[in-house]
């Protein structure tokens, strides 16, 4: 999403806000006041408070990298403590994603961002989020509202806008008014339903194929969305099958062959466009852990790297959370990554287990066309009552705007609010099913995994987890590693998911009950003594009857990983050096099936001395590397000129490992019509002539940004990722812009290496999407444990902790989980 503050503003009154924000940002910086308008909001890490609402003495110990490690006696206190810590570093971070969730940024930003809030009053996060609370446990009910305590007496101390954060004091500028609300239980539960969609797996796929299917037949869409390659890449689960209603990692499949997966459901001739703005293809992540049979300390290895879009700051948030005795009353030793607005961890290790988390990316939503006829909708055969709503959107600076709100039983209707979803054929509307839009309780599992001490509880605890669905890999003191796939996920009465569906028929609703969780895939530790996940398929559907999805990662990253780890195994056993220096792994996968496919096609000019740089090239896409620059800019023209003459816009390839199997299966068709470019009327083109053209295109384009010298080129001059703040970051002011924004830095790596640093080859060579962090945990020492952060702990801009891991991350290098105690606040209650 991309915020323009000013954008609401009568066009005199915009002109005339960025003339004055102009001056008075260039007047701050030359004066050096902004300096101490910064300062004033950095927290206090020194000495002692006086809190209301605690019970007894909060210890908080910061390392120089501002990262916290709170001690208490009550989890009450422990979870109020994290509330006020959270506060003091990313409270701006904190009130904007709660009115994100509520769709209420309008009253911030004025009509800028009004399209936002109206697609997501149409969904109703926060309407499901009201339902989920009460049916929450009381103990989590407890610790949500002392978290919002705390949350609530920083807030208290720190009344005036300069002293809560900079963005505040920018924000005056257009909205004086603006003052933040106290902080509830529900801003944090609302949270959780941003983190589901930004993980809604297959929704982009589902439309770009009807989309692709207004220029192209059906049968040559599927081209373009070939099967899971099982026989090349291995999924996350080689064992078991579903027996007596319960999956068995021990049973054997049947042997009859039936084929679970029902007939794709009828496409229709103009489906939606994508949804949103975000960044889809390259979200992903990394985990695998590592049996201590294959282990130098005879102990499990675990490691996970999540990949989102960037964000300023990150999206996560490093802090350990201590019972200083544990009890009953206490129970959390729990050190990891938060989010801020959210009690808990969501990704680390307590003192007996660790767990680390990959999208899933099951089924979970589908488009159902809907014929709507004034204030109902037809289904089978009789027209129902719509179920209407009025949702009133506060704007800053204007009058306020009411929507009406309306759903069939599939769910709202969003093709008058997000993009250019739009119906088709006899449908005259489009509403969205998704699970994130039933109520659940999701957020009492963040709390038991965080007490969780063994695989059962583990297991226990992920049976909470139900949106988003994520892999979640395991691993203990004892010794044991273990997998579980978590989450409800939808049984279809007929068709895959694939394609936007009739509603009117009923033939395609969901079952009221979702895939039981017994018969979800799991497995303890198995017969390989290590579980790779990276959004690869779970297990193979010849074992496996329920349809999980169809739109997995094809297994790029999960099989180098799976090799890679081969590979260490045979030289000896295995330590957290080894399993970062996988984390950092560059190769491009695609690149062993398409140079030697370059190599054949005849070439002549000054390209040919690009094209040697191929010759000898290993795949790996280091900062340095001449061989990464040419081959993917070969790899973007290549994908520009074989699709964006046969696909509209929105479907054109961004790139990423569905395209590897694309590409690698019409390399073996020199004929297929794909390889004839539409716009030229008077030849047919064949394979060899799109490569070369592609080649003669790469060369023009880098030696137009780089010289014609082609051993110059570096890799790492395209490759760069801009840190952009999610708020003023894309104000269009660019001194604004300018205090809160990072960057460019270079980064290596590449879409689907194991360093997954995305980019979109429709529009450059840029970093669009990241791993958020790393982490690798150690079971024989927990306080070895390392981790690394994309930015930093603080929110505040200028202070010393708002970038500091960046670079650390870019060169691939970790941070002591427990580092060095450098500053300690003491929390007392007020008397």
């Not at 902080?183 to 989309?211: G, H, P, T, Y």
């Not at 994508?274 to 979200?283: L, N, W």
């Not at 129970?331 to 990554?337: I, P, Q, R």
């Not at 003459?645 to 297929?672: N, S």
Request: with cysteine; glycine share 8%; hydrophobic share 40%.
């Amino acid at each position: 999403m991309r915020f323009r503050p000013y954008a609401g503003l009568p066009w005199p009154l915009r002109w005339l806000a960025r003339i004055v924000t102009v001056l008075l940002a260039l007047g701050l910086v030359l004066a050096g006041v902004v300096t101490v308008i910064v300062r004033q909001s950095f927290p206090q890490v020194e000495g002692e408070i006086k809190v209301a609402g605690l019970a007894g003495n909060v210890e908080v110990r910061r390392d120089a990298h501002g990262i916290p490690q709170i001690y208490a006696d009550t989890a009450e206190d422990l979870f109020m403590a994290q509330g006020f810590v959270h506060a003091q570093d990313r409270f701006w971070e904190m009130d904007f994603r709660r009115h994100l969730t509520a769709g209420r940024l309008s009253e911030m930003f004025g009509a800028a961002t009004l399209d936002n809030d109206k697609a997501i009053r149409t969904m109703g996060w926060r309407r499901i989020a009201e339902q989920e609370l009460p049916m929450l446990s009381e103990r989590t009910r407890r610790y949500l509202d002392s978290y919002a305590k705390g949350v609530n007496a920083w807030l208290a101390a720190n009344p005036d806008a300069s002293r809560r954060s900079l963005e505040y004091s920018v924000l005056k500028l257009q909205n004086s008014g603006y003052k933040p609300e106290p902080w509830s239980a529900l801003d944090s539960v609302a949270w959780l339903k941003a983190m589901a969609w930004d993980l809604r797996s297959n929704m982009e796929d589902e439309i770009d194929r009807a989309l692709a299917a207004t220029k192209l037949p059906r049968e040559r869409v599927e081209q373009l969305y070939p099967g899971y390659p099982y026989g090349e890449h291995q999924p996350i689960v080689t064992q078991g099958a579903i027996s007596e209603d319960r999956f068995d990692e021990t049973a054997q499949p049947r042997t009859d062959g039936a084929d679970a997966l029902s007939r794709a459901a009828q496409a229709f001739d103009a489906v939606p466009s994508s949804m949103g703005t975000a960044e889809r293809e390259g979200i992903g992540s990394n985990s695998w852990v590592v049996s201590g049979e294959h282990t130098k300390s005879g102990k499990p290895l675990l490691a996970n790297d999540p990949h989102l879009s960037p964000a300023m700051p990150s999206v996560w948030y490093q802090a350990g959370l201590h019972c200083r005795q544990k009890s009953e009353q206490c129970m959390f030793d729990v050190t990891g990554f938060t989010f801020s607005g959210v009690p808990g961890v969501i990704i680390g290790q307590t003192d007996k287990i660790a767990w680390g988390f990959t999208n899933l990316g099951p089924d979970v939503a589908d488009l159902f066309l809907e014929q709507v006829k004034d204030d109902t909708y037809l289904y089978k055969g009789d027209w129902a009552k719509l179920e209407t709503r009025q949702e009133q959107i506060k704007v800053a600076g204007g009058a306020p705007v009411t929507i009406t709100v309306r759903s069939t039983l599939h769910g709202p209707l969003v093709n008058e609010v997000m993009g250019s979803v739009k119906p088709s054929g006899e449908a005259t509307a489009v509403a969205l099913q998704w699970t994130a839009l039933m109520p659940g309780r999701t957020a009492d599992a963040i709390f038991d995994l965080n007490q969780a001490a063994d695989w059962h509880e583990f297991r226990a605890a992920a049976a909470l987890f139900e949106v988003p669905a994520q892999n979640l890999v395991y691993a203990d003191t004892d010794g044991r590693i273990g997998y579980q796939a978590p989450g409800r996920i939808p049984v279809r009465k007929k068709g895959d998911g694939t394609w936007p569906v009739p509603g009117w028929t009923g033939e395609y609703d969901w079952k009221t009950a979702p895939i039981p969780y017994d018969q979800l895939p799991s497995v303890a530790d198995p017969t390989e003594g290590y579980i790779v996940t990276a959004n690869n398929a779970v297990i193979d559907p010849a074992r496996y009857e329920p349809l999980l999805t169809k739109d997995w990662a094809y297994g790029y990253r999960s099989q180098r990983i799976v090799d890679l780890l081969k590979g260490e195994i045979a030289k000896g056993k295995l330590d957290a050096a080894a399993m970062s220096r996988i984390q950092q792994d560059t190769r491009n996968g695609f690149a062993a099936t398409l140079v030697p496919a370059l190599m054949r096609v005849s070439l002549a000019g000054p390209g040919t001395e690009a094209r040697q740089l191929l010759k000898d090239w290993d795949g790996s896409q280091t900062l340095d590397s001449a061989p990464a620059a040419y081959f993917n800019a070969v790899w973007r023209h290549l994908l520009k000129g074989l699709f964006d003459d046969d696909l509209p816009q929105q479907a054109r390839p961004a790139g990423g490992d569905r395209w590897f199997e694309v590409v690698g299966d019409l390399l073996q068709a020199p004929e297929d019509p794909f390889w004839d470019v539409t716009t030229t009327k008077d030849r047919t083109e064949t394979r060899d002539d799109v490569l070369r053209q592609a080649m003669a295109d790469a060369y023009q384009d880098l030696s137009d940004r780089f010289g014609t010298e082609v051993k110059q080129w570096r890799w790492g001059d395209m490759h760069t990722l801009r840190l952009t703040n999610a708020t003023f970051g894309t104000s269009g002011i660019a001194p604004i812009e300018m205090l809160f924004n990072r960057g460019p830095i270079s980064v290596a790596g590449s879409k689907d290496a194991v360093n997954a640093t995305g980019w979109n080859a429709q529009s450059g060579y840029e970093i669009n999407a990241v791993p958020s962090m790393r982490m690798i945990i150690d079971l024989s020492d927990l306080a070895k444990s390392q981790w690394i952060n994309l930015t930093g702990a603080s929110g505040h801009a200028y202070h010393a902790n708002y970038w500091d891991q960046t670079e650390l991350w870019a060169q691939g290098r970790l941070l002591p989980m427990f580092g060095a105690r450098v500053h300690t606040l003491r929390l007392h209650p007020q008397e």
